[in-house]
């Protein structure tokens, strides 16, 4: 008994000290995330009447309780009662309590059965803005579809984030308030989900297939979730921060994405010969942001499953050998092609890799090159 006693009281002080060391990191809060979108207000609202109907049959419950256990204590002498199963009552409790159970349950599910359908059945109609989601190991491409405008979101690393590390991207899915937006959802590699609370819905990314979702938004603010499928090593780096400004915010937002791709496609096909100088610095900053993640800033990869580039045998071999894996990538292997970005970043890539981190092959490729190796 003492033993037991004693067990008790320790895992209940280790449970009340994780209690307190959770409370003091995390952000105290009590419910779930209030919804940006009608269709997630809607789930919420089947979640807070759970919880009502959850509460009152919890009170009914322990006041039986309390009730029968103190009224009917055995210092009182109280003696069971042999023919309650004869009464009127003792009959029928049988009958009217489970029927109250399934009235009940019937209420919470017919609710959450005309949500679902409300969030599986995307309405048709063109008055929806149109973002096509692309997982990739490990960041997500948004397409908006209807204004040939494409957005790359990278996690930031953690000395620029710092409070916002694991939560924080370097482009960020904007999308205009009180609008009805359908997602396209698929992946590049292997299975992503894209999960943002305030949204509502959680939806699989999935190689070779096209799955719809959709938000009515309602709501501005930043909103943020993560990659929530196991993809690999940088799982956790791939957040989602999903930003819902007003209508007016957003037209201008698209007349700066319009004009930096404008700049960059002018940058991009001037016809000038780049400096050693230029290249390798454009080269590291765009090989930091898309190619570290495998093969590590340091070049020195993550044997066996990424390469190290530096003493490569391709990056200090043929320069067509090596452009050819950058613009077509290796079937079969996360490799995959690169040859959607623009004649300069790959030269400038390609440049950097033959002599960062002691390469030093000398070789500048200019993005005439690149042009001819298409
Ligand atoms: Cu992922």
Not at 174 to 183: A, D, E, M, Q, W
Not at 188 to 212: M, N, Q, R, S
Not at 223 to 231: H, I, K, M, T
Not at 257 to 266: D, G, H, S
Request: glycine share 6%; net charge negative.
């Amino acid at each position: 008994m003492f033993f037991r006693s004693k067990t008790l009281i320790g895992s209940t002080s280790a449970a009340l000290g994780l209690l307190a060391a959770g409370g003091a990191r995390a952000e105290w809060g009590l419910n779930f995330p209030p919804p940006a979108a009608g269709v997630a207000q809607e789930i919420f609202d089947i979640h807070m009447m759970t919880m009502g109907i959850a509460t009152v049959l919890l009170v009914i419950v322990f006041a039986f309780v309390f009730y029968s256990l103190y009224t009917h204590r055995k210092s009182r002498g109280y003696e069971a009662d042999q023919h309650f199963h004869e009464t009127w009552f003792g009959h029928w409790s049988w009958v009217i309590i489970p029927v109250m159970v399934l009235g009940v349950d019937l209420t919470i599910a017919s609710k959450a059965d005309a949500v679902l359908k409300k969030v599986w059945e995307v309405p048709e109609g063109k008055d929806f803005l149109d973002v096509k989601v692309t997982g990739h190991q490990w960041w997500w491409e948004f397409d908006y579809l209807d204004h040939d405008i494409k957005v790359e979101s990278r996690y930031i690393p953690e000395e620029e984030s710092q409070e916002l590390y694991l939560r924080e991207v370097d482009n960020r899915l904007v999308l205009p308030n009180n609008t009805k937006v359908r997602f396209l959802h698929t992946s590049a590699d292997v299975l992503h989900a894209f999960w943002v609370p305030e949204l509502g819905f959680k939806k699989d990314a999935i190689p070779g297939y096209v799955t719809e979702t959709w938000a009515d938004l309602n709501r501005e603010g930043v909103f943020r979730g993560q990659c929530a499928e196991l993809c690999g090593t940088w799982h956790s780096r791939m957040p989602l921060v999903v930003e819902v400004v007003s209508e007016e915010r957003f037209a201008e937002w698209k007349e700066e994405q319009n004009q930096l791709k404008v700049a960059a496609l002018a940058e991009a096909s001037a016809d000038k010969t780049w400096s050693m100088d230029e290249l390798m610095a454009k080269g590291k900053e765009v090989y930091d942001t898309k190619c570290a993640a495998c093969h590590q800033v340091t070049g020195l990869g993550l044997p066996p499953a990424f390469p190290a580039l530096k003493d490569s045998p391709v990056a200090k071999g043929p320069i067509a050998g090596h452009l050819d894996i950058v613009l077509n990538g290796k079937e079969g292997t996360a490799m995959q092609a690169w040859g959607s970005m623009n004649d300069l970043e790959i030269a400038a890539i390609v440049t950097y890799e033959r002599n960062a981190w002691d390469n030093n092959t000398g070789d500048v490729v200019q993005p005439a090159d690149v042009k001819q190796a298409r």
